[in-house]
């Protein structure tokens, strides 16, 4: 059958890193809390470069090792919570950096299920249209919108981005066998960043944008509760039972919560890959990040499957039941 498949994935993170220690001299905390409450033991921090930088030298990568050309390139999402700009998109600012005449670009905005919407969502793009070959990419510079005097939320965030190069081709299995997208809107405010005023008064003018705010633990419970019931809804779609799954690709969010998460499941903490220690939640771009270090570690063999899952800001919640 036609189908799609992932050629090439690639993740890029700013080289400063800030470590647990580092942040003592901004705020009332400590590695020994940091670590033990999330697993994150630094974050990479960008100096200067916005999202779409990051992204850009993502989609670079990609196109170096899969040897694709820019114009070969029908469809660029970009998965982002903290993007340059309202407009210009970040996706469209990448599809001109890199060249890719022939696409159509633009972003998605799910937060932490972002990458995980913006897979699914060029998948049925492709597989509805006369493309073949997409860019998907989550990329974030959370830094920017992080009040770095708020313990509660600043020590869990870094920026990074990450991607994969889709394309059409003839195989035996579908490369989502099966998917489950969540929206709980009603829980909107739980999570809340770069919030905007409408202004009373007219003229109006032109106001920044609110720092990071997130109800912790509200959010961590809707994250055990609901991420465990959207893998079996996934699991179900494609057939299979929980146990058939290799690895559980999760938001890296939090360590406390992804282990939560696999108790629930009954399934081994070896299935499910972290990176949290290395990199903390880079929202939309932690599951590219994390597909890329487990292809990078020979993890992933042709024939398994793999459950991705992000959870997040809407609040939202999405998983992709993925054959390799
Ligand atoms: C998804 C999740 C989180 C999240 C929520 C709570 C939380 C991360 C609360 C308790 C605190 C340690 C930190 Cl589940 C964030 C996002 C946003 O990307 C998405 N950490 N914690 C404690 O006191 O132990």
């Not at 179900?236 to 108790?263: M, P, S, T, W």
Request: glycine content about 8%.
């Amino acid at each position: 059958m036609q189908d799609l498949k992932i050629v090439g994935t690639a993740a890029y993170v700013p080289p400063l890193t800030v470590s647990n220690d580092d942040l003592t001299t901004l705020m009332d905390t400590s590695d020994e809390w940091i670590t033990s409450r999330t697993g994150i033991r630094q974050r990479h921090i960008s100096q200067g470069e916005n999202t779409s930088e990051l992204a850009v030298k993502v989609g670079q990568k990609l196109l170096a090792q899969t040897g694709y050309s820019a114009d070969q390139i029908d469809l660029i999402i970009v998965a982002t919570m903290s993007p340059d700009a309202y407009t210009p998109s970040t996706a469209a600012i990448v599809q001109g950096k890199l060249g890719a005449a022939n696409a159509v670009a633009f972003d998605l905005s799910a937060a932490c299920s972002g990458f995980v919407f913006a897979l699914e969502t060029a998948k049925n793009i492709l597989k509805a249209s006369a493309g073949t070959t997409a860019l998907v990419i989550g990329a974030e510079v959370l830094s920017k919108l992080v009040d770095w005097h708020d313990r509660s939320t600043a020590v869990l965030f870094g920026d990074g981005a990450g991607g994969v190069l889709l394309t059409t081709e003839e195989r035996a299995t579908p490369l989502v066998a099966g998917s489950d997208l969540r929206t709980m809107g009603q829980l909107n405010d739980k999570i809340v960043a770069g919030a905007t005023t409408s202004g009373t008064s007219f003229p109006k003018q032109v106001t920044g944008l609110t720092s990071f705010t997130m109800a912790g633990r509200d959010v961590y419970k809707f994250a055990t509760n609901e991420v465990p019931k959207s893998i079996h809804r996934a699991a179900q779609k494609a057939g299979i039972e929980v146990e058939q799954i290799d690895y559980f690709l999760l938001h890296q969010a939090n360590a406390r919560i992804i282990k939560q998460i696999a108790k629930r499941l009954a399934q081994p903490l070896a299935k499910f890959p972290l990176n949290i220690d290395e990199y903390g939640n880079t929202a939309a771009a932690s599951e590219p990040i994390l597909l890329n270090d487990v292809v990078n570690a020979g993890k992933l063999k042709p024939g398994m499957t793999v459950a991705m899952s992000g959870f997040g800001g809407g609040l939202s919640v999405g998983t992709l039941i993925l054959n390799f």
